[in-house]
């Protein structure tokens, strides 16, 4: 079964862009707000964009005007395109329902932002 299956991480850059994919179930993806998660080397996960399911986006401050969130029901994924990243968004990034109760968390996809 699918859960929450998260793809599209790599060794970036500065500057540099990437495409979070999250390839979810369809009895999670269809009826819940969604969300990107990120969690840096020694810190809390925390919430990077959120998603309801009338397509409204909501950016954390650190990253508005870089990052947009977007989800395709005809493909139960959801995305998250990362433009001019920086150091500090070297993290692992997770896809979940935006708010609790989730859902058991994925492997999550590595992102890391080097010269």
């Known amino acids: 079964q699918v859960q929450l299956v998260e793809s599209g991480g790599g060794l970036v850059q500065p500057g540099g862009s990437l495409r979070l994919s999250c390839v979810a179930s369809?009895?999670?993806?269809?009826?819940?707000?969604m969300g990107w998660f990120r969690q840096p080397p020694g810190k809390e996960r925390e919430l990077v964009a959120g998603i309801t399911l009338t397509g409204i986006a909501n950016i954390a401050d650190s990253v508005k005007g870089r990052f947009t969130i977007t989800r395709d029901y005809a493909k139960n994924t959801l995305y998250l395109q990362m433009n001019s990243l920086k150091a500090e968004d070297t993290a692992v990034y997770y896809c979940?329902?935006?708010?609790?109760?989730?859902?058991?968390w994925g492997q999550g996809t590595q992102v890391t932002v080097s010269s």
């Open positions: 369809e009895s999670i993806f269809r009826f819940n707000n």
């Open positions: 979940n329902t935006r708010n609790r109760p989730f859902r058991s």
